[in-house]
Each structure stands twice: as structure tokens, then as C-alpha cells.
């Protein structure tokens, strides 16, 4: 499967200020990513630490906040996790079941699924 980009907005909770950019799908991961320096411009805030594995199996600590996340005319909020400035953001699989988005890997696009299981 190739790469799957989405124009995603981020933003602290209760914030009016937006981190907008096109973020990597990525269903390999459980938690998004976007640069720490941009998250904290738009006032999302760490509000703890997480360890995280890596694609090569290493194992690396990061800060993670909480913020509104938007994509595809869908909104849902969850943990974001603070990466370098230089890391490519990226929307992991439970901001994508969290607003009712699924991958069809045949085609590689996007598509919003009639209803979000409980």
C-alpha cells in the first residue's frame, strides 16, 4: 500500500489557535505525532509521557497533550504525542476510528463509514 495523506487541523482544547498540515495515515500506530514546537504554538500543552516502539523495534519516551483533532469534516479529540520539529505528523488508527474513518486498502482512499461501532 502506498501513502495516504489528509489536510488535518490541530488544535489545544477549548483553543482557538490551528496547527494545520497534511498528515501521514499511518494504521501502524496507535497515537498521532506532529512537531513539538508547532503543538505548543497552538497551546496544546504535554500532559504526560509515554513509551512508544518504534518501526525498527527501539523504544523511545515521549510527551504526549491532548487536543481537538479535524479531518475530513470530522472531529474528535485524543493524545498527540510530541515529536522532534523535523518529524513528518502523522494521524494514528485511534484518531481514525474515533471519527468514523476507515482505509480501503485496494483502493487507497479514505471513506467515512455509515456509523461508528460502540
Known amino acids: ?63 504526549f497533550g491532548l487536543a481537538r483533532i479535524e479531518f475530513m469534516g470530522e472531529i474528535t479529540a485524543g493524545r498527540i504525542i510530541f515529536g522532534p520539529d523535523d518529524a513528518e505528523p502523522f494521524l494514528g488508527v485511534t484518531a481514525l476510528e474515533a471519527a468514523g474513518v476507515s482505509i480501503d486498502p485496494s483502493t487507497q482512499t479514505l471513506r467515512k463509514l455509515p456509523a461508528v461501532r460502540l
Do not use: N
Not at 495516504?4 to 483553543?15: D, F, L, T
Not at 495515515?25 to 513539538?36: E, F, N
Open 1 to 63: 500500500m502506498g501513502f495516504i495523506y489528509v489536510p488535518v487541523s490541530v488544535k489545544a482544547v477549548g483553543g482557538d489557535e490551528r496547527y494545520e498540515a497534511p498528515f501521514l495515515l499511518d494504521t501502524g500506530a496507535i497515537d498521532s505525532m506532529a512537531p513539538a514546537t508547532a503543538l505548543r504554538k497552538v497551546g496544546v500543552e504535554p500532559v504526560g509521557s509515554k513509551t512508544y516502539e518504534l518501526a525498527d523495534g527501539s523504544r523511545q519516551e515521549f510527551p
